[in-house]
């Protein structure tokens, strides 16, 4: 991980989602969630993890081409 994103705390992951084109979702997910951010030059947020589900799949609609 690079300084600017490193993980504060120990982390798991919790979910993923197979899309086609993930750095244009990550980018409108980061969007849709900027209120949550823990500061503004941190790719963290102050959000559950059935929050951020919600957000992927609902952004990720678009992105799935029928993947499963």
Sequence with gaps: ???PTAIPTPYRDAFAFRCF???VLER???EE???FRVNSKR???Y???EHAKQVIK???KGFTNGME
């Design 33 to 35: 969630l900027k209120s």
């Design 58 to 60: 609902q952004l990720g």
């Design 28 to 30: 409108m997910v980061h």
């Design 47 to 49: 959000v559950t993890v």
């Design 21 to 23: 084109n993930g750095e």
């Design 1 to 3: 991980l690079s300084a």
């Design 43 to 45: 790719e963290h947020f």
